[in-house]
């Protein structure tokens, strides 16, 4: 529905007020993320506090079942993103001027377009390969991102290092490294919506520059974004999803298989299939 002959500032007095609602305690009322962005884009120049989302996951998923939060606390009802982006989001503005990584990289730096900036130490844009053949996408930088301005340099960093290095026989310069939010979240906790749609276009942009031949999600939060849908991890692991033209694989976060160190097999059968389809393994079982 269009705003028709609707007075501007009074669209904005109720996406106030409906954002103030949502972010009460409790909230009095639930955003659809689609609604999240619709008020993003009455107020553009007043950045919008975290909105909580109710989920509707049924009781006994993966999710609810702790086997699926990226993030090194418990899982909470906020610990996954439905639907928030749209895996055709073009970027706008200044970050889709942007010809190379390191332009990039700048806009990231200076980014101030949602409240993470003013808790940051610093922001991570990414690191690696601008031509790679493999991105690894994560959620959102650490504590010790954080401190040094790269991506996964922490526990979980060091296990996905041992997975490119020690499993995949990569460098980890050869392959691009880098999450759907590019400053650190305060206390690790899961990106709110808004965040996400904020952040969404440096990840787009990345990802049509580099232009790989695998994308790997780690964990629910990545493969979310990337892929606009609400299953979890264990409903999208097994097989192949696309990025616009981009093959997609789903995995296991490296935070999640630190707590989980079980699923360590489980991931590796996914690192596997990411092997084969780069030619690094002789085609064998697939998947999906």
């Known amino acids: 529905m269009g705003r028709g002959n609707i007075p501007d500032a009074l669209i904005r007095e109720i996406a106030g007020l409906v954002r103030k609602a949502a ?27 975290p909105v909580p989302v109710r989920q509707t996951l049924p009781v006994g998923s ?17 610990a996954v993103l439905p639907g928030m982006t749209n895996a055709g989001i073009t970027p706008h503005g200044e970050v889709a001027a942007c010809e ?39 959620e959102a930088p650490g504590a010790d991102e954080d401190v040094q301005g790269r991506p996964f340099v922490g526990r979980a960093g060091q296990l996905l290092t041992d997975i490119i290095q020690k499993g995949m026989r990569l460098r980890r310069e050869e392959v691009y490294i880098c999450n759907v939010l590019k400053c650190r979240p305060p206390g690790n906790r899961t990106p709110a919506p808004d965040e996400v749609v904020r952040c969404m276009p440096f990840l787009v942009r990345q990802l049509e520059l580099i232009h790989p031949e695998v994308i790997v999600a780690l964990g629910g ?5 990337l892929l606009d ?13 696309a990025w616009r033209d981009i093959p ?3 995995t296991f976060h490296p935070a999640y298989l630190l707590r989980n160190p079980h699923d360590k097999s489980e991931a590796w059968k996914d690192i596997q299939e990411v092997m084969r389809h780069l030619g690094l393994l002789p085609s064998g079982p697939s998947g999906g």
């Open 100 to 138: 190379d990584l390191e332009a990039i990289a700048t806009q990231v730096y200076q980014c101030q377009r949602c409240p993470l900036h003013s808790s940051r130490t610093h922001a991570v844009p990414g690191e690696g390969n601008p031509r790679a053949r493999v991105v690894f996408v994560g």
């Open 62 to 78: 993966s999710l609810s079942a702790g086997q699926d939060v990226d993030v090194p606390h418990p899982p909470s009802e906020s």
């Open 248 to 250: 997609v694989r789903v």
């Open 221 to 225: 939060v990545a493969a979310q974004a």
């Open 23 to 49: 972010r009460g305690n409790p909230p009095r009322i639930a955003l659809h993320p689609h609604t999240v962005r619709l008020l993003l884009a009455v107020s553009p120049s007043k950045p919008m506090q």
């Open 229 to 241: 849908t609400r299953l979890p991890v264990g409903k999208l692991r097994g097989r192949w999803h």
